[in-house]
T-cell receptor, first 114, second 112 residues
Framework: AQSVTQLGSHVSVSEGALVLLRCNYS??????LFWYVQYPNQGLQLLLK??????LVKGINGFEAEFKKSETSFHLTKPSAHMSDAAEYFC????????????FGQGTELSVKP | NAGVMQNPRHLVRRRGQEARLRCSPM?????VYWYRQLPEEGLKFMVY????????ESGMPKERFSAEFPKEGPSILRIQQVVRGDSAAYFC??????????FGPGTRLTVT
């Protein structure tokens, strides 16, 4: 069965520091990969996605992620954290031959210290 | 949230009542997905619908839950005889292809 693992349910960084949120997936076929952000009491906003092509994907708000097939990873990074980045981040996959359902990781709550 | 509308935003029901959650995707989006976010848990897929068709309901509880997406009007997620364990945030997402899912703001259901 396909699954998504996010390492670390809570990550804390200082403002201006590098943000690294880890995501690994298991899938027997090439997946589509996504990162979503959720602010308190709001819905999910798509940060970025990988479907095909270039493995380094740039998203909104300065975030990017790299698809590494050999490592089955899709880690999210941002060079310099901002206070407004504090939120919960979800990694998700769609397995190409299983329709459209997103399979989510458990989420990582990012805190940004001043 | 790219114009996906969900209502109500908050819903309180007593045990045994029915809950109806509505989702209107953006105009032109013919796919609707429902997800549930339980406290301290991640988001779980419930059902995937296209106009007048249920495509995948593998995540729906076997009893009390149903969903529809009629030719006209919003998609409805219906929970009959609610129990406390149904308290959660319910999100719908709309799109025209599977890898473009735009989420609504969610309905937070509280069962008392």
């Amino acid at each position: 069965a396909q699954s998504v693992t996010q390492l670390g349910s809570h990550v804390s960084v200082s403002e201006g520091a590098l943000v690294l949120l880890r995501c690994n997936y298991s899938s027997s076929v090439p997946p589509y990969l996504f990162w979503y952000v959720q602010y308190p009491n709001q819905g999910l906003q798509l940060l970025l996605k990988y479907t095909t092509g270039a493995t380094l994907v740039k998203g909104i708000n300065g975030f990017e992620a790299e698809f590494k097939k050999s490592e089955t990873s899709f880690h999210l990074t941002k060079p310099s954290a901002h206070m407004s980045d504090a939120a919960e981040y979800f990694c998700a996959v769609i397995v190409n031959n299983q329709g459209g359902k997103l399979i989510f990781g458990q989420g990582t709550e990012l805190s940004v210290k001043p | 949230n790219a114009g996906v509308m969900q209502n109500p935003r908050h819903l309180v029901r007593r045990r045994g009542q029915e809950a109806r959650l509505r989702c209107s995707p953006m105009k032109g989006h013919s796919h609707v997905y429902w997800y549930r976010q339980l406290p301290e848990e991640g988001l779980k897929f419930m059902v995937y619908l296209q106009k007048e068709n249920i495509i995948d309901e593998s995540g729906m509880p076997k009893e009390r839950f149903s969903a529809e997406f009629p030719k006209e009007g919003p998609s409805i997620l219906r929970i009959q005889q609610v129990v406390r364990g149904d308290s959660a945030a319910y999100f719908c997402a709309g799109g025209s292809v599977s890898y473009e899912q735009y989420f609504g703001p969610g309905t937070r259901l509280t069962v008392t």
